[in-house]
């Protein structure tokens, strides 16, 4: 596990350096927009989404240069989608990844604004970089984090969210919810990565696929169980809240108990999907156990 | 100028007939998510943008209905930013076409979220549709659409116009305002349209660009004089808000006789960036007219 701290930390380093070259220079003008957007970006985050980009571009052989770019674009999405979250017409929430949020250290329009712009510049790498020898397979990788990213993905969730808070869901309307959510844009993570490589058929490609779902449910519940149980200082974001917003969570729907266990057997699902694969895909195993049992 | 309105009908009907079709159906889950997107793009609308990819299509010889994609994709880009833009915490306004704004209609969650997944729509339309015979030209449209629409273009003319309320800006300010609020977008219109087309060299893509400056301008001019002269039923939104919010314009800066004037030689300008071209230009030439001579 030493070494994949290692490669994660390399792996963190790589795409942060990254994303501080593709992101506008803060001297650029508009000037507050462009330090807005860095500040909803750079310098926090697990960046767990482009940790499954490099671990699944392992797999598929691809250039970890071009990973990169597909990671950052993926990780621009997931960064807008937190600066509108924690907007006081969503969430309203005041900390995030240890830091006021992007509302708070600027101000309202200007978080709205500097999320729109984060998710067009995650396009706008998409259109530019060569990331694939096949510019065929490049438009599908557009098409692939639009939809991730869009009504029937990400921003889907996110509205099935908001229509949940006060109610309790079954476990399958929860799912449903996360794999919206969350799912489908770690599902994009894995594949896009993956997809900068030609290693794969498209049996494998689904194989993958299967394995990005069950861990990115297992993400969700590990999320809600650390929600009910980490301290704020430890989680870099409000603790708590998920009860205090009375929002439906795998904790109130099954408890704590019952949900590690579910945690785990998410886990175990993950690693079965990856039966087949050889030493290419351990950075992949070693991030389902990473997912499960991270402590924050 | 009868010709040109048969023409400009059967382009805006082609055009919301596509949107219909390209909006996820109201009754798909997450339905208010998925009405609330509808609700923002259709029905209303001058269809501005669309035109001038209809047109710039006809210039390059493009397919019809691949414009009708790339058209639908920078009407979604618009949509969006209006959705946005009437909500509280940036123009807080309550009628747009015609209409409540999405957010008085909805919420303002349902607003951002909507939102949100347009733009996302419309990139996945870029990457699903086949709109040229080169999918590397097809990529290059995608880093077009989020160039216009992001920091340094559509996105970051709202930013900066937001920092530009209670201010007194030169004519040279407000239109480096205006060249990325709404100009950006409508070069990008008038450039995918063309590129769906294989029908224009360089040399005649920056003559088509340099054509869209002017016209993005002018439009612009017009929309100040427009707002500060209209009424509000003619309008579709709400008459002198400019004033009211104490924002620069054209007006403000010039007087309304010299702002006429001023949008009467970027048609002029715009006309004459079309030398060379054919009888192919007349829905170019006609759409300056009418952008200028407009009343609503």
Chains 1, 2 share one sequence.
């Not at 993926?74 to 989608?81: C, D, F, T």
Request: glycine share 8%.
């Amino acid at each position: 596990m030493n070494d994949f701290q290692d490669w994660a930390r390399s792996q963190q380093q790589r795409i942060e350096a990254r994303l501080h070259q593709l992101l506008p220079a803060p001297d650029i003008a508009p000037q507050r927009l462009h330090q807005a957007m860095r500040y909803a970006v750079l310098g926090a985050g697990k960046r767990v989404r482009p940790l499954l980009a490099f671990a699944a571009g392992e797999l598929a052989r691809a250039r970890p240069e071009r990973v990169a770019i597909a990671a950052a674009a993926v990780e621009l999405i997931h960064a807008y989608s937190l600066a509108h979250d924690d907007m006081p017409c969503m969430d309203d929430d005041v900390l995030r990844r240890g830091k006021p949020t992007c509302h708070v250290e600027y101000d309202e329009a200007t978080a709205l604004l500097a999320g729109d712009a984060l998710q067009s510049l995650a396009f706008q790498l998409l259109g530019e970089y060569r990331l694939t020898s096949d510019p065929a397979v490049q438009l599908d990788m557009v098409k692939l984090l639009a939809a991730a990213a869009g009504s029937r993905g990400m921003a889907g969730g996110q509205a099935i969210d908001l229509e949940a808070v006060g109610k309790a869901l079954t476990v399958p309307e929860l799912e449903f919810m996360h794999i919206h959510k969350t799912g489908a844009l770690i599902r994009a993570a894995a594949l896009l990565g993956a997809r900068c490589g030609d290693g794969l058929d498209g049996k494998q490609l689904a194989q993958l696929d299967h394995y990005a779902k069950y861990i990115g449910l297992a993400f969700q519940v590990v999320d809600d169980v650390l929600d009910a149980e980490a301290p704020t200082a430890t989680l870099g974001k409000t603790a708590g809240k998920d009860a205090q917003h009375n929002k439906p969570t795998y904790v109130s729907a099954l408890g704590i108990a019952e949900s590690k266990t579910f945690a785990e057997e998410l886990r175990r699902d993950a690693l079965a999907a990856l039966d087949g694969f050889g030493e290419d895909a351990l950075r992949l195993r070693q991030l389902a156990d990473f997912i499960v049992l991270r402590k924050f």
